[in-house]
């Protein structure tokens, strides 16, 4: 297939966040006595809704989480990531040798996602580009932020890729029709090829394998 549009995931393909946001996450949540490695954190809760995050934790302890629970961990990871959030490696000159369209697609709020590439020096790339599950209320493995972020840069599925690091952003972007390659970290590599995601490990090895 000729690739006329790369639609990316942010967090774990832009933005180096997965460990900042799961490490809080699972500190918070261990004060209520749950208990997960970070390992587990990843397979589970990336690219998820945070209700959905919540809601996990909920039934392992059997009860429900406070209702400042949310506020906290927003606070405490966005302070967080203003200060810890680096860019991918090899991010930058991938995207300087792209000649086609790209935009980034997330289940996180348009603030949060406009904060993390700030954070990484990349927001200049992305403006009026930045797509949120948040603006169609349909969250991943649904593929409608996929198929919404196509729409709106002008190109049919057939012409676009998707960037993913999470199963459930796999799943939303091989459920909506889309060529998804899945960013291995370490954690995720058998569950990305589990969804029928292309591996790659690198951003120079993603050059290799699109030719760009």
């Given at each position: 297939m000729e690739v006329k549009c790369i639609i990316f995931d942010c967090d774990g393909v832009l933005v180096d966040t997965e460990k900042i946001g799961n490490g809080i996450l699972l500190e918070m949540a261990?004060?209520?006595?749950?208990?997960?490695?970070?390992e587990d954190?990843?397979?589970?809760?990336?690219?998820?809704?945070?209700?959905?995050?919540?809601?996990?934790?909920?039934?392992?302890?059997?009860?429900?989480?406070?209702?400042?629970?949310?506020?906290?961990?927003?606070?405490?990871?966005?302070?967080a990531f203003?200060?810890?959030?680096?860019?991918?490696?090899?991010?930058?000159?991938?995207?300087?040798?792209?000649?086609?369209?790209?935009?980034v697609a997330s289940s996180g709020p348009v603030e949060k996602i406009r904060l993390n590439l700030e954070a990484a020096g990349l927001l200049d790339k992305f403006e009026n580009k930045i797509f949120s599950s948040y603006q169609i209320n349909s969250w991943k493995p649904e593929?409608?932020?996929?198929?919404?972020?196509?729409?709106?840069?002008?190109?049919?599925?057939?012409?676009?890729?998707?960037?993913?690091?999470?199963?459930?952003?796999v799943k939303a972007g091989r459920s909506?029709?889309?060529k998804v390659y899945g960013f291995a970290n370490g954690f995720n590599n058998h569950d990305l090829e589990e969804e029928g995601a292309l591996i790659f490990h690198s951003y120079e090895e993603l050059s290799r394998m699109l030719k760009i």
């Amino acid at each position: 297939m000729e690739v006329k549009c790369i639609i990316f995931d942010c967090d774990g393909v832009l933005v180096d966040t997965e460990k900042i946001g799961n490490g809080i996450l699972l500190e918070m949540a261990a004060e209520y006595g749950f208990e997960m490695e970070l390992e587990d954190a990843y397979r589970n809760f990336n690219g998820r809704n945070l209700k959905d995050c919540f809601r996990h934790i909920e039934e392992a302890i059997d009860k429900k989480l406070p209702e400042t629970f949310e506020s906290e961990y927003r606070e405490r990871s966005f302070n967080a990531f203003k200060t810890e959030v680096k860019p991918m490696e090899g991010v930058f000159d991938f995207i300087e040798k792209l000649k086609i369209p790209y935009c980034v697609a997330s289940s996180g709020p348009v603030e949060k996602i406009r904060l993390n590439l700030e954070a990484a020096g990349l927001l200049d790339k992305f403006e009026n580009k930045i797509f949120s599950s948040y603006q169609i209320n349909s969250w991943k493995p649904e593929p409608g932020i996929f198929l919404h972020a196509a729409s709106e840069m002008g190109f049919d599925v057939k012409d676009c890729i998707v960037l993913e690091d999470s199963k459930a952003g796999v799943k939303a972007g091989r459920s909506g029709g889309f060529k998804v390659y899945g960013f291995a970290n370490g954690f995720n590599n058998h569950d990305l090829e589990e969804e029928g995601a292309l591996i790659f490990h690198s951003y120079e090895e993603l050059s290799r394998m699109l030719k760009i």
